[in-house]
């Protein structure tokens, strides 16, 4: 789970995304005792001398007092910080996991009963309705996984830890201003470890910028079970950004052979230049007329291609990682009805495609080694599995696929 994005942007969609692939973020009518504090005398005292530094950025000294009471120091939020992954997953198990069936089938059900709200806030922002709920969808899996850490002491705990404390308490001062302004409780302000909250999982600072208040009640409740505001948030932030409606974030495309470049998203070209260059969308049929685009190939010249827009910036303003943008653009285009990605996923490092990978999985699955959903994604609970598998068989354990393996399970 890689969270604090926006300003750091190394995130992946989010908690959803962890949540799917088996991380276990405690769904948001379902607390827990996960985020227990514990004593701590050097946190106690750094919160002391934090204060004041907070009365300077602006908070009042009554905000600070009542803010930070009952504010503690949280081990499993640290321990979430310290197990953050570098490895940064392909497209394709991105795209299985943020485009999966089911997420889709989700989405295309919020889009029906939220039609209202979307289309009004379509209508406010001119951002498309399948967009802001592409978003939601990723964010917090459609509202279900909002995150029940307490903000307050999660961002404390994260400025006193100081692995990137200027950051958290940024946003930690933020976060005290958001509850001196009156939006929130300091105990209703709940989210991820990281401090991203409600449906669309704002940063503090980013709620300052740019959250608003829909429903009219003088709130800005990204947190209610009601999304509208937080849905109409994301929105604003998408239009403050540049969002451009009527301009589709990209779309597969398919390179003729011969096309040498020019790759990247900010190497953009007329619709006129790719025609010419024999540029076709994945089905074969001509591009439309959007503007310009760059090309991406995120899985090298064999794999899928991507025609994006200046739209697919603005996403990536959002969480600033391609495989993000191409998520959110995919799942939106998925949710009103588009066709899975056409092109093919080169092989992985193992050998394995999408298809070999989920007969591993269930093959597992079947011989009673859990691996959870065979969606394909081989992540920490199907290394576990084959260890585990492994172990009772005798082989060496390797905790990596093979054909050798494969084979066995099948
Ligand atoms: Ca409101």
Not at 43 to 67: H, L, N
Not at 305 to 315: C, E, L, Q
């Amino acid at each position: 789970m890689q969270v604090t994005r926006r300003e750091f942007g190394f995130g992946l969609g989010a908690m959803s995304l962890a949540g799917c692939a088996g991380g276990g973020t405690g769904g948001v009518s379902a607390p827990t005792s996960l985020w227990r504090a514990v004593p701590n005398p050097a946190f106690s005292a750094w919160v002391d001398s934090f204060r004041s530094r907070a009365v300077a950025a602006g908070v009042s000294p009554g905000a600070v007092t009542s803010g930070l009471r009952g504010v503690g120091y949280i081990p499993a939020v640290i321990e979430r910080d310290r197990n953050q992954t570098e490895f940064k997953r392909s497209l394709q198990d991105y795209l299985a996991i943020a485009a999966s069936e089911s997420r889709v089938s989700d989405g295309r059900a919020q889009l029906r009963a939220r039609r209202a709200t979307l289309n009004a806030i379509e209508a406010r922002y001119g951002v498309e309705a399948e967009v802001v709920c592409a978003i939601w969808g990723l964010e917090s899996r459609f509202g279900t996984r909002r995150g029940d850490a307490p903000v307050i002491s999660s961002l404390a705990t994260l400025s006193f830890d100081g692995r990137r404390g200027v950051f958290f308490e940024k946003q930690l001062i933020a976060a005290l201003k958001i509850i001196e302004r009156g939006d929130v409780s300091a105990d209703r302000m709940v989210g991820s470890w990281a401090g991203a909250m409600g449906h669309t999982q704002f940063i503090p600072t980013s709620y300052q910028a740019f959250a608003v208040d829909f429903t009219g009640d003088g709130k800005r409740d990204i947190w209610s079970d009601d999304p509208s505001d937080a849905l109409a948030s994301a929105a604003a932030y998408l239009s403050r950004n540049g969002w451009k409606r009527g301009v589709p974030w990209g779309m597969e495309v398919r390179l003729p052979a011969r096309y040498g470049g020019p790759f990247g998203r900010n190497a953009r070209q007329s619709v006129g230049t790719l025609r010419n260059a024999g540029v076709t969308r994945a089905n074969g049929a001509a591009l439309p007329d959007f503007g310009t685009a760059g090309i991406l190939i995120p899985s090298g010249r064999s794999g899928p291609a991507f025609a994006v827009t200046s739209n697919f910036g603005v996403i990536l303003r959002y969480n600033n990682a391609e495989n993000y943008g191409i998520g959110i653009g995919h799942l939106s285009d998925r949710i009103t009805g588009g066709s899975p990605i056409r092109g093919t996923f080169p092989p992985d490092a193992f050998g394995f495609n999408l298809e070999d990978r989920k007969m591993l999985q269930r093959g597992l699955n079947r011989a009673g080694f859990d691996v959870g959903d065979a969606d394909g994604v081989l992540g920490r609970k199907t290394e576990a599995a084959i260890r585990a598998y492994q172990q009772s068989r005798g082989l060496p354990v390797t905790g990596t696929p093979s054909r050798e393996l494969l084979a066995r399970l099948s």
